[in-house]
């Protein structure tokens, strides 16, 4: 958890899994990212082992995990497949042993120890192994062995499975064309079998559902996460101490990261050399040639998928081809694109060892030549395994921990407002961890936690159903919300009619119905906030609530107006509004506000709809700042007679002046 980021969503997934009552499918979580919820799959807490754990939780110590645990496993089975391959070519122990120490200690590996199911790497050697291992006498024992290791795979992370799978293609095709130990009927049998195993498991634990509508693929441009050319040479400017940043065209291409270390640069280099000697003698068999050629082939396809269309080169985008509609979609639900460099990048490794240890010098010298790159290697990497310093002990959160979880206590269950805008964060960075760990703590499920992937339909109608609610003056009597000041509006009616308390502590706003026995002390209220919490309810007392009312300004309609509608509902006469408006010619709207024209005939209402920042709208037009864009909204139009209204936008300026467009919109008041 002192890590936040990636350990500290893969620690929440298991601990809240552990506590789930068990259902089918068998991954479901139901008290995190409340009340969607979502699945162990979904979480990236490798599955495998919280499937395996789980019966075991009541004798558990309350804070046990076991992400350091998996990443011993796989810098154990690293090495074992890594002495396992090696071994095929009769390499001497001497080489053999820092090989391990190379390939356990490799960047990427050491990279990706934030993220503990990405580091499964042992699965893309272990592949290997059983491609390159010969199947004169055992090609079945090979192909179960290889169908055993997708499905280790598939109940640890999908970008691990698509990798491990494309192995389960070639290996029984290298058997039948190329070895000829099998017959074409078992070639496409193995894969197949791999393939049900593979559903199956993923229909088991909950990751394929048929009845919800959880979006397996992403939102973001295919190429945004993807491979750049420079990846094997490009140390970031912080894990090599002799070579440089090179660059990038985006930041988010660090999930192409690929550098191989100066030490396997110099390595390849020689072994690159070596093997053209080779050829140029033609001291390579056809057989070779084949069996290498098939795996090449294979790694070089999917580094092209992590490369994506957007082909760049340091900081500068080369060309952008065109995409076929199957590789979009593809690119759509496996957005991380720049991960599966990792076959073709392990391939490297092991080749360049091989072919190394083939130079015909002397042994001593050989020897001597290989220790060496083994200590520039680590020489150059060893930022990368000193980086991490993390605290031991049980983890403290940055907040008063004991009064949050008394508070909690209260309560049924926990929303974090505004639900489900996925920032995953309304104080400061990755609190929804802290907040997801003392709802933890406290035994309650809470909203707002980072999933893989998500029900935005679901999560879009709970906020707006939630919205509603609020607006209409009605709370939960059981629900705890955990806001900060910018979101008072949201509670106005609440807090007008004085059917709510509110409380500050660490800088959220606590709000419940006032039915609950807490007091000032406990949230550790201070005089100045108490004095700061009765002008918020002196405020809101006073208020008179925003509705509809009537206006005979004239509109101008001549200045135009973009604007979009990311929600557009009308419903019971309640009109739920979400989207953006700017004046084309602004450059700055942070003194302008946008209000809901409704006009019928001669008569016209307006109501000014509460804004929302939008980051995006500046980015889009690339003017200096159109934050204040945004509104998300609800309407009661029970204060107007029937009859149809057109419905319009109007952006008012500092100086008096009103901006209308009519979106061409009508709604029927009953």
């Excluded at 893309?124 to 062995?145: E, H, M, V």
């Excluded at 280099?269 to 057989?287: A, E, H, Q, W």
């Amino acid at each position: 958890m002192s890590v936040h980021h990636d350990w500290g969503q893969h620690y929440l997934g298991w601990a809240f899994y552990r506590n789930e009552a068990w259902t089918f499918p068998l991954g479901t979580i139901t008290s995190f990212n409340y009340p969607i919820g979502t699945n162990i799959g979904f979480m990236d807490s490798i599955p495998l082992l919280a499937l395996i754990l789980k019966p075991f939780s009541t004798v558990l110590p309350q804070d046990f995990q076991y992400l350091g645990f998996w990443l011993f496993t796989c810098t154990f089975f690293l090495a074992y497949y890594t002495r396992k391959i090696l071994e095929l070519y009769k390499i001497s122990n001497w080489i053999i042993a820092l090989s391990i120490l190379i390939l356990i200690a490799n960047p990427v590996f050491l990279f990706r120890a934030i993220h503990p199911a990405l580091s499964s790497h042992f699965l893309i050697l272990g592949s290997i192994y059983n491609y390159i291992r010969p199947s004169f006498s055992i090609s079945k024992k090979i192909n179960k062995d290889q169908v055993f290791l997708f499905v280790i795979a598939s109940t640890i992370n999908p970008y691990l499975s698509v990798m491990v799978f494309s192995f389960n293609i070639i290996v029984p095709i290298k058997h039948y064309l190329i070895e000829k130990t099998i017959s074409f009927k078992q070639c496409v049998f193995y894969p197949t079998l791999s393939l049900v195993l593979f559903g199956l498991s993923w229909v088991l634990i909950g990751i394929i559902e048929f009845k919800n509508g959880t979006n397996v693929a992403s939102s973001e441009p295919f190429s945004v996460y993807s491979l750049n050319v420079n990846s094997f040479f490009d140390s970031y400017g912080y894990y090599s101490r002799l070579l440089p940043d090179l660059g990038k065209v985006d930041p988010r291409q660090y999930e192409g990261f690929a550098y191989l270390g100066l030490g396997i640069i110099l390595l390849s280099v020689l072994s690159l050399i070596y093997s053209v000697f080779l050829f140029s003698k033609k001291r390579i068999s056809l057989l070779t040639i084949k069996k290498w050629g098939l795996l090449l082939i294979l790694c070089i396809v999917l580094c092209l998928f992590a490369l994506t269309n957007v082909i760049s080169l340091n900081d500068k985008i080369i060309t952008t081809l065109p995409l076929p509609k199957i590789i979009e979609k593809l690119g759509f639900i496996f957005r991380a694109s720049g991960r599966f460099v990792w076959p073709l990048y392990y391939l490297i490794f092991i080749c360049s060892i091989i072919i190394f240890n083939k130079i015909k010098i002397n042994s001593y010298l050989k020897h001597f030549i290989f220790l060496f790159i083994t200590i520039l290697q680590l020489y150059d990497t060893q930022e990368l395994f000193l980086r991490w310093k993390l605290p031991e002990g049980v983890y403290k959160t940055p907040l008063k921990d004991k009064n949050w979880i008394n508070v909690m206590e209260h309560f049924d269950n926990i929303i974090i407002y505004p639900p489900f805008d996925y920032n995953y964060n309304i104080n400061y960075t990755n609190d929804y961890q802290d907040l997801s760990y003392l709802a933890l703590k406290a035994k309650k499920p809470i909203s707002n936690g980072y999933v893989a992937r998500a029900n935005i339909k679901k999560g879009q109608e709970f906020a707006s159903n939630l919205l509603i609610e609020l607006k209409s003056g009605i709370i939960n009597s059981k629900r705890l919300y955990i806001t900060t000041k910018k979101h008072f509006n949201s509670f106005d009616v609440l807090l007008n009619k004085e059917i709510v308390d509110i409380h500050l502590m660490d800088n959220f706003i606590f709000i419940y119905k006032k039915n609950v026995k807490l007091k000032s002390s406990d949230f550790k209220e201070n005089y100045s906030t108490k004095i700061f919490l009765d002008s918020v309810k002196t405020h809101f007392k006073n208020l008179k609530l925003n509705e509809l009312e009537p206006v005979e300004y004239s509109l101008n309609a001549t200045k135009p107006i973009k604007y979009f509608f990311d929600t557009f509902n009308f419903h019971d006469n309640i009109v739920k509004i979400r989207g953006w408006a700017v004046l084309e010619e602004s450059n700055n709207n942070q003194n302008e506000t946008i209000f809901l024209l409704l006009q019928k005939n001669n008569l016209k209402f307006e109501i000014r709809l509460n804004s929302e920042e939008r980051l995006d709208i500046t980015t889009y037009f690339k003017k200096e700042n159109l934050n204040n864009a945004g509104f998300n909204s609800v309407i009661f139009t029970k204060n107007l007679n029937k009859g149809t209204y057109s419905v319009g936008l109007v952006i008012k300026k500092t100086n008096g002046e009103c901006i209308h467009i009519d979106s061409g919109r009508k709604i029927i008041i009953n």
